[in-house]
């Protein structure tokens, strides 16, 4: 099944990837559910994992029959988006927010029309990190072909434990008309939920992007195990940190429909 076919039936959950316990617990909440997840690399991630090794784990897991689908996240380098297509990417996110509006649509425009060619889906991005999308810059940019639009509608990159970001469910509506694709929330990780909730069951969005949380987490709980566990066994040190992110991850899934 393809990704713009699960995408039609309701929203997913991204996650970001940036060690092999991540990667291991959505492995694990996804295996245990059958939820269809995207998992996805930045630029600063893929050159850690090295994009083809990446590729290659997921494989793995999806030769297992779990529903995974490959994003390449916050795509600048043409190069590495290339890279991406080339490894048959499910889905790549062109990021030219920091340039001029014409110039973001001209590149959008070029990604499409190789992407479709293989059936790959296209995230864009109007505006740089803004608290509000322009819903007038949503639709230019939506005209490309482009399937999937990152907006921002009180959500914000990051995450502080202690405080909770408010969607502006109004606003995302009012996106949500403007725009001819599916709309996509960065900044998952610090949004309030029952806001994140809502917006999922009144199909404002199709996909969230969760990263930094499960950064927060994984930071915080291998420093316990190491405090409290004197093995030398790697796998004994980060079975504890798996398991808590494997439960975060579930208790994502519970939100979605």
Known sequence: MTLAKVLRQGPLFAFNIDSFLTLKAVAAAVAETQRPTIVAVSEGEAEFWGLSHFQA?????????????????????????????????????????????????????????????????????????????????????????????????GNRHGYQPRHSERLDLDHLAQLKAASSCWLTLHGGSGVYRPHLEAAFHKNLIRKVNINSRLRWLLRYYWQKSLRQNKSLRYYQLAQPVVVTLKKQILNYFRLLP
């Open 57 to 153: 784990l997921v494989a793995s897991y999806r030769q297992q029959g779990l529903p995974l689908f490959l994003n390449l996240d916050h795509g600048h380098s043409p190069a590495l988006i290339d890279q991406a297509l080339d490894l048959g990417f499910d889905m790549v996110h062109l990021d030219a927010s920091d340039l001029s509006l014409r110039e973001n649509i001209r590149r959008a425009r070029q990604l499409v029309i190789r992407a479709h060619r293989q059936n790959t889906l296209v995230e864009v991005e109007p505006d740089s990190d803004q608290v509000f999308t322009n819903p007038d810059h949503l639709r230019q940019i939506c005209q490309t072909g482009a399937d999937l639009v990152a907006v921002f509608s």
